[in-house]
């Protein structure tokens, strides 16, 4: 009985764990997509020259929105990208 109580306590302690990274990657992939798509409107309005490299996505996963902004500011002044 005790094997039993145990393995169900440990089964609901992985369900919960798995339960919030993936909740946590389902929100990294929407803010990465956001970033993403402003990046991609911006470069199509403005006129943007922006490369989509593995920074600028890494930037744009982990900012989102923000990061997109960001590159977007930095290319808009000259400094970067």
């Known amino acids: 009985m005790a094997v ?3 393995t169900l306590i440990v ?10 990274v993936l909740k946590t990657i389902k929100s990294m992939v929407i803010n990465t997509v956001l970033g993403l798509v ?3 409107v911006a470069n199509l ?6 490369a989509y490299t593995w920074i600028v996505v890494l930037v744009c996963a982990i900012g989102g929105v923000v990061g997109a902004l960001l590159i977007i500011a930095l290319n808009y002044l000259g400094i970067a990208f």
């Open 11 to 20: 089964a609901i302690i992985v369900a919960v764990i798995l339960w919030k």
């Open 4 to 6: 039993e109580i145990i």
């Open 38 to 40: 402003i990046l991609v």
């Open 45 to 50: 309005v403005l006129g943007l020259n922006i």
